[in-house]
């Protein structure tokens, strides 16, 4: 039976990827929906963007745009690096490029370049790092960058969850423009949940790999998903984002 899998925040833990990758038992059947953040946090950036562009051979794949991706994207772009990106862990991207192959800057570059900001599928499914604030989609957000930022999308679904129900008049209008909303972008570990959290129709994928949390997949279909361990316990010499406070 073939899945669509999605996938949440990486942020540089390639052992992680290739450990719940096992778990879930991902075969080139899958279609593999990453939800962006390969990027910034543990050591292995590079070494992620790499096992990305060998899946993208073997796997029907849609790799979306997050925020720290277009960090990255600017600094193998231009050089200069970000003040921003540098503190919630742009320094342990470029220390990974330190190893990696010279020519794998220029192909990485074209890799960010061109990924999307989200993906709407068949049954009306969106998948979207951030959120969106357009009332009319992510397709009419006037500024693309909101799509891997916005933070209220996730933040009116945890509100709303807790008071209306789909079908009420007052329920959220953006909300219902889609069957169901995938993201990643705000760890659920702030919400003390170390597991996928679905507010009204909104799955939120992004467990906490970063910090002290795992990686997590998800089979969008059955709900059935998958984690790595913590990993920062696969990373036992390194602080991840853990030493930011945010």
């Known amino acids: 039976m073939n899945r669509t899998i ?3 925040d990486v ?3 390639l052992k992680a990827l290739q450990q719940v990758f ?3 038992g991902i075969t080139t059947t899958d279609k593999l929906i990453f939800l962006g953040d390969y990027v910034d946090g543990w050591s292995e950036s590079a070494g992620v963007i790499d096992y990305l562009l060998a899946l993208d051979k073997t796997n029907e794949c849609i790799f979306l745009k997050g925020n720290h991706d277009e960090w990255c994207e600017e600094w193998l772009r231009s050089g200069k690096a970000n003040g921003t990106w540098l503190a919630h862990g742009g320094e342990e991207t470029i220390s990974s490029y330190y190893a990696a192959a010279t020519e794998a800057r220029s192909w990485h570059l074209i890799f960010l370049e061109q990924l999307p900001y989200y ?3 068949a049954k009306k499914r969106l998948f979207v790092h951030a959120g969106f604030t357009s009332n009319q989609g992510p397709q009419k ?3 693309i960058s909101d799509l891997n930022r916005d933070r209220t999308l ?3 679904a ?3 969850h807790l008071r209306e129900k789909p079908g009420s008049l007052f329920f959220p209008k953006k909300l219902n423009l889609f069957k169901e909303i995938y993201i990643g972008h705000t760890p659920t570990i702030y919400y003390d949940e170390d597991v996928p959290m679905q507010s009204c129709n909104v799955w939120n994928i992004d467990t906490g790999a970063a910090f002290t949390g795992k990686l997590s997949v998800m089979d969008v279909d059955t ?3 998958w984690q790595s361990d913590p990993v920062y316990q696969l990373y036992p010499n390194e602080k991840g984002r853990n030493k930011q406070d945010n």
């Open 223 to 225: 709900k059935q998903y």
């Open 141 to 143: 957000e006037s500024n």
């Open 6 to 8: 999605a996938i949440g």
């Open 158 to 160: 945890v509100t709303m």
């Open 11 to 13: 942020h540089g833990g």
């Open 154 to 156: 996730w933040d009116m």
């Open 119 to 121: 993906f709407i599928d």
């Open 22 to 24: 096992e778990r879930a």
